[in-house]
């Protein structure tokens, strides 16, 4: 079953999508200044850093939050 969600921003965006704008808006210093996440400090990758969010929900909804406030419209 799939069922349109047309109030959830986040609908039809992938993890890697959504990390791949911020890493392009903030670059990441930025991502680390705004959400202290060690992966986007220590030796960070796209796909380093989504191997920690997908292992660790509550990185994952600061990353997911910080996309939110940033490109909402």
């Known amino acids: 079953m799939n069922h349109p969600?047309?109030?959830?921003?986040?609908?039809g965006l992938s993890l890697e999508t959504i990390l791949t704008r911020l890493f392009e808006r903030y670059g990441w210093?930025?991502?680390y200044e705004e959400?202290?996440?060690n992966c986007f400090y220590s030796d960070p990758s796209?796909?380093?850093s989504?191997?920690?969010l997908r292992?660790?929900?509550w990185a994952?909804?600061?990353v997911e939050a910080l996309y939110i406030k940033?490109?909402?419209d």
């Open 29 to 31: 210093a930025g991502l």
């Open 60 to 62: 994952r909804d600061k």
């Open 5 to 11: 969600q047309p109030n959830n921003p986040l609908h």
């Open 35 to 37: 959400i202290n996440i």
């Open 46 to 48: 796209i796909k380093s």
């Open 55 to 57: 292992k660790t929900q």
């Open 70 to 72: 940033t490109f909402a």
């Open 50 to 52: 989504l191997k920690f």
